[in-house]
C-alpha cells in the first residue's frame, strides 16, 4: 500500500538558518512526489513537485526538493528560513502505475521559524 | 486566473442533522477533489471526479456521505445524517485533465464543519 511519513511533527530554525523538511515515501511503482504548504484558514498551496528527471527540484518562495530513490526520500529544503515560511507542510505521494492517480498526505509538519 | 471557491467557509449543526457544501473548481479544470482534513491529520481523499465521472470514492462513508458534480462543473458533497467525528475542515481541489497524474491540485479554502 502507497504510504507518505513526515517523521517530524514540529521543526524549529533561527531566521536566516537552513531548514530541513523531512518526507519519506513508499509506493509500489514510479511515485510523482509534491509538496504543498498550509498557512492558518487557507488551503493547501503547491510548492514543487518531481515527476522525473533531475532529482533536485526547485519550487516556489525558494524552496527545493531532493528526491533520493534509494533512501525513497523527498526533503524539502531552503537555504535562509524567514520568518513567513513559518506554516504546516504537507507532502504527498501519487503512485503513477496505480491509474487511480490518487494523493496520499503525510501527517504534515508544522516549521516555526524564530526570528 | 480565479481559484477554487467553497462556501459556506464555517457551519456548525448538531449531530443527526443534514449539511452540504459547495465547490466552483477553476475554469477548465476537469478533475475535481473533496478531502477531509481533520485537526493534527493530513488531507485524506473523500471523492474524486473527472468531468461528472467518479473516479475514486473507495473512502467515501457513503452511508452518509454523498457527492454529485451534475454538467462537470461545480459540485456539491452533503452528510446526512452528521455524526461527532465529521467535524473536520472539508476541502476541494481541482487540477487539469488526468494525464498520467501528474499536475499539481489547487485548492479552496475550504469549509470548517463543527458537529455538536
Known amino acids: 500500500a502507497q504510504s507518505v511519513a513526515q517523521p517530524e511533527d514540529q521543526v524549529n530554525v533561527a531566521e536566516g538558518n537552513p531548514l530541513t523538511v523531512k518526507c519519506t515515501y513508499s509506493v509500489s511503482g514510479n511515485p510523482y512526489l509534491f509538496w504543498y504548504v498550509q498557512y492558518p484558514n487557507r488551503g493547501l498551496q503547491f510548492l514543487l513537485k518531481y515527476i522525473t528527471g533531475d532529482n533536485l527540484v526547485k519550487g516556489s518562495y525558494g524552496f527545493e526538493a531532493e528526491f533520493n530513490k534509494s533512501q525513497t526520500s523527498f526533503h524539502l529544503k531552503k537555504p535562509s528560513a524567514l520568518v513567513s515560511d513559518s506554516a504546516l507542510y504537507f507532502c504527498?505521494?501519487?503512485?503513477?502505475?496505480?491509474?487511480?492517480?490518487?494523493?496520499?498526505f503525510g501527517t504534515g509538519t508544522r516549521l516555526k521559524v524564530l526570528a | 486566473e480565479a481559484g477554487v471557491a467553497q462556501s459556506p467557509r464555517y457551519k456548525i449543526i448538531e449531530k443527526r442533522q443534514s449539511v452540504a457544501f459547495w465547490c466552483n473548481p477553476i475554469s477548465g479544470h476537469a478533475t475535481l477533489y473533496w478531502y477531509q482534513q481533520i485537526l493534527g491529520q493530513g488531507p485524506k481523499l473523500l471523492i474524486q471526479f473527472q468531468n461528472n465521472g467518479v473516479v475514486d470514492d473507495s473512502q467515501l462513508p457513503k452511508d452518509r456521505f454523498s457527492a454529485e458534480r451534475l454538467k462537470g462543473v461545480d459540485s456539491t458533497l452533503k452528510i446526512q445524517p452528521a455524526k461527532l467525528e465529521d467535524s473536520a475542515v472539508y476541502l476541494c481541489?481541482?487540477?487539469?485533465?488526468?494525464?498520467?497524474?501528474?499536475?499539481?491540485?489547487?485548492f479552496g479554502p475550504g469549509t470548517r464543519l463543527t458537529v455538536l
Open positions: 504527498a505521494v501519487r503512485d503513477q502505475d496505480s491509474g487511480t492517480y490518487k494523493y496520499i
Open positions: 481541489a481541482s487540477s487539469r485533465p488526468m494525464d498520467g497524474g501528474y499536475n499539481e491540485q489547487f
